[in-house]
C-alpha cells in the first residue's frame, strides 16, 4: 500500500473555513443586492423619508412646544397623515419655512398642515370623519397635559349602549 492511500489528514491540516460553490454562489448574490439596493433609487427615496420624518418632528416640537415627544408614536403619525393626504410633505416644508410668523401670514395648507399635526398629537388620530383613523389614543398627548391626572380608560363601565338608558337615583 502506498503512502498516500493510508494517510489521514491530520487536524492541524483541515482548514477552519471550508469554501464550498454554495457558500460562494450565496456571498455573491448578498453582495449584488447590497449594491444594487444601495446604488437604486430607493436609497435616496428612504433618506429623503428620514429627512422629511426629522422635520416633522422639528415641527411637532415647535407647535406643541414639547421637547419629549416620543420619536415612535410620531414615526405612526406622520405615516398615517401622509397616507391620507399626498400634498402633506410638501407643506411641511412651507410650514418649516414660515414658522414663527403670525397665523395671517401662512398659506391656507400649511394652517392646515398646523392644525393636522396639532390634533394628531393631542387626539392620538388623524382625520375628524367617520374615516378617521386611531394612531395611538392612550399615547395622545391630551392625557399628557393634564399632568398624568387623566388617564385614559381602556374598557367601558356597563353593557353596551348602557350610557342611552336614564340613570337610576338612590334605591326604590
Known amino acids: 500500500?502506498?503512502?498516500?492511500?493510508?494517510?489521514?489528514?491530520?487536524?492541524?491540516?483541515?482548514?477552519?473555513?471550508?469554501?464550498?460553490?454554495?457558500?460562494?454562489?450565496?456571498?455573491?448574490?448578498?453582495?449584488a443586492a447590497t449594491g444594487a439596493l444601495l446604488l437604486s433609487p430607493v436609497a435616496p427615496a428612504w433618506a429623503a423619508a428620514e429627512t422629511e420624518l426629522a422635520v416633522f418632528m422639528d415641527l411637532s416640537k415647535r407647535l406643541t412646544g414639547r421637547s419629549d415627544l416620543d420619536a415612535r408614536f410620531g414615526q405612526c403619525l406622520y405615516d398615517t397623515l401622509v397616507k391620507r393626504d399626498t400634498g402633506f410633505a410638501t407643506s411641511l416644508g412651507e410650514l418649516q419655512g414660515k414658522l414663527g410668523k403670525t397665523p395671517q401670514g401662512l398659506s391656507e395648507k400649511a394652517q392646515d398642515a398646523t392644525r393636522q399635526i396639532l390634533s394628531a398629537w393631542y387626539l392620538g388620530m388623524v382625520g375628524s370623519d367617520y374615516t378617521a383613523t386611531v394612531v395611538g389614543y392612550p399615547d395622545a398627548l391630551m392625557f399628557k397635559a393634564a399632568g398624568g391626572i387623566l388617564k385614559p380608560r381602556a374598557f367601558c363601565f356597563g353593557m353596551p349602549g348602557s350610557w342611552a338608558e336614564k340613570p337610576v337615583f338612590g334605591r326604590a
Open 1 to 31: 500500500m502506498s503512502k498516500h492511500a493510508s494517510a489521514t489528514p491530520s487536524a492541524s491540516s483541515v482548514p477552519a473555513f471550508s469554501l464550498s460553490r454554495r457558500r460562494l454562489l450565496g456571498a455573491a448574490c448578498v453582495g
